[in-house]
């Protein structure tokens, strides 16, 4: 089978009249390789090919096949390294998996789930459309990382993919906040994007000892967005606004729910955007 048999071919993955001439002939669309126990199916998906995976998917592939790592077509999809240009390519591909029955909530053998993957490779719009389909936002792998805290290991050298979108939106679904003490870290290892920090302080009503966190973050960093951080490193001696803490509030009553209960509210557009933490450039 084309993809099965010559998986690092980009002439064969790329040729769908090669798939379907196979597949007319009686190749078997669900024969795993020796190695990796990867089907047809994982090969498409990896290398993010709609055509053949909507090609397989027709003549019945099964769509929750593991290889030998435990991983589906839906979790290599999501775990495939990916640049700004793939993105919309991988969500193409995850969706179609999704519409077709995908499992959201597998694990591979390390406990890692599609969500897990997709804050790895940070794609944000993979990652929405998982927690739109319930995806369970704390899960920890078998290493006792969350999917929040695969995103922040990666955002610095994955700017131009956005992280700060996928931060928001696992915020946004309930995600559990990271602690206090640790904030310093994340800064050190953040600073290059300014809106995960900015929405990261944002889900807290008060913090202590900002003025230290300059430290961390290199004048270059603090000079080219420096509206931004002075507000950072003032919050430990100013008090949030009002309109902050009651956007805190509000969130506090409705951890776990703001999905299904916002767009509900009768509220303005702005004022929604605003509970769902919009990015602003500064933190008063």
């Known amino acids: 089978f084309c993809p ?3 998986e690092d071919s980009l002439i064969c993955l790329l040729s769908t ?3 379907k001439l ?3 002939y009686g190749a078997h669309v669900n024969r795993q390789t020796e190695d990796e126990e990867f089907t047809p199916l994982h090969v498409a998906a990896q290398h993010g090919l709609l055509e053949h995976v909507d090609l397989y998917l027709r003549h019945g592939a099964a769509v929750d096949r593991r290889n030998i790592n435990g991983e589906t077509p839906l979790s290599v999809a999501c775990s495939h ?3 700004p240009q793939d993105l919309d390519r991988y969500y193409q591909v995850c969706r179609h998996l999704i519409q077709h029955g995908a499992d959201i909530l597998s694990q591979d053998k390390d406990q890692q789930s599609p969500l897990h993957l997709a804050c790895k490779s940070a794609n944000p719009q993979v990652v929405e459309l998982l927690l739109e ?3 369970e936002v704390n899960t920890m792998s078998y290493s006792g990382n969350t999917a929040m805290q695969n995103i922040l290991q990666v955002t610095s050298y994955k700017l131009q993919n956005q992280p700060e979108l996928i931060v928001r939106a696992l915020l946004n679904h309930g995600a559990v906040r990271v602690w206090p003490g640790s904030l310093i870290k994340v800064l050190r290892y953040c600073y290059t994007s300014p809106r995960t920090v900015e929405v990261l302080l944002n889900t807290y009503s008060k913090l202590r ?9 290199p004048e270059e960093e603090q000079q080219k967005h420096l509206q931004f951080f002075q507000s950072v490193f003032s919050l430990s001696h100013s008090p949030r606004s009002l309109q902050h803490l009651c956007r805190c509030a509000l969130r506090s009553h409705l951890e776990g729910r703001m999905p299904q209960v916002l767009p509900k509210l009768p509220l303005p557009p702005p004022l929604l955007q605003f509970l769902q ?7 008063y």
Do not use: H, Y
């Not at 000892?209 to 973050?217: F, I, K, L």
């Open 4 to 6: 099965m048999v010559c």
């Open 17 to 19: 009249s090669c798939a």
């Open 22 to 24: 196979l597949l007319q």
């Open 81 to 83: 390294p990916q640049g």
């Open 133 to 135: 389909k319930g995806a």
């Open 209 to 217: 000892g900002t003025e230290d966190w300059a430290e961390v973050v």
């Open 277 to 283: 933490l919009r990015f602003e450039g500064i933190l």
